[in-house]
Nanobody
Framework: QVQLVESGGGLVQPGGSLRLSCLAS????????MRWYRQAPGKEREAVAS????????TYADSVKGRFTISRNNAKNTVYLQMNSLQPEDTAVYYC????????WGQGTQVTVSS
């Protein structure tokens, strides 16, 4: 069955970095554009970064542009999110899904930015 497993979250101080991973299984990962999403407490889930199926095209939300980098390794069925210069407003549960969010959601990974 389709499964998305996010990992790599944690507690980090403002200005710090984290690298999130999302391991996909149960579908042809290499043919799907993927996105990272996040949901902060009391807020709706939002898309923060997208990557095309081959990795050649990426887009970012204005709030993370220049700080986050999305990448993928199709041989490993994994999409990554490198997060630098983290700020308290980046605190959220982070999820990956397809570009249209049409796959079953994983459990997400908690990112907390606090001093």
């Amino acid at each position: 069955q389709v499964q998305l497993v996010e990992s790599g979250g944690g507690l980090v101080q403002p200005g710090g970095s984290l690298r999130l991973s999302c391991l996909a299984s149960g579908f042809t990962f290499s043919t799907y554009a993927m996105r990272w999403y996040r949901q902060a407490p009391g807020k709706e889930r939002e898309a923060v970064a997208s990557i095309g199926s081959t990795g050649s095209r990426t887009t970012y939300a204005d709030s993370v542009k220049g700080r986050f980098t999305i990448s993928r390794n199709n041989a490993k069925n994994t999409v990554y999110l490198q997060m630098n210069s983290l700020q308290p407003e980046d605190t959220a549960v982070y999820y990956c899904n397809s570009f249209t969010a049409g796959l079953p959601w994983g459990q997400g990974t908690q990112v907390t930015v606090s001093s």
